[in-house]
């Protein structure tokens, strides 16, 4: 019995721009297989996604392609605010994640 291959970087980027918000969280989630500045930035962007769990994928799957310590002073608040639906709280949360995650993934 053939496995259903495993969607390719493109399909990925793609499917992160979806009309579906679970198909976006799907495809954050699974960029973080794919160790390079394309995936990086894409998940970058998501962070601003309308979807909280979108945000929150994009940023799990930053922190894995970063290898950011767990226990990261703040990360927790960070994620916690990223998931607000108070849009200052939210933005703050976005421009620290993203100066976590703004130089080229590690080698």
Known sequence: MAGKAAPTLNQLLEALHGIRSRTRQRAALSLRSFHCEQAAEALRRALADKHPAVRLAAAQSLAILYALPIDLPDLAVLL????????????????????????????
């Open 80 to 107: 916690e605010r990223l998931a607000s639906s108070d849009p200052v709280r939210r933005d703050s949360a976005i421009r620290g994640l993203r100066s976590l995650v703004a130089e080229p993934l590690p080698g």
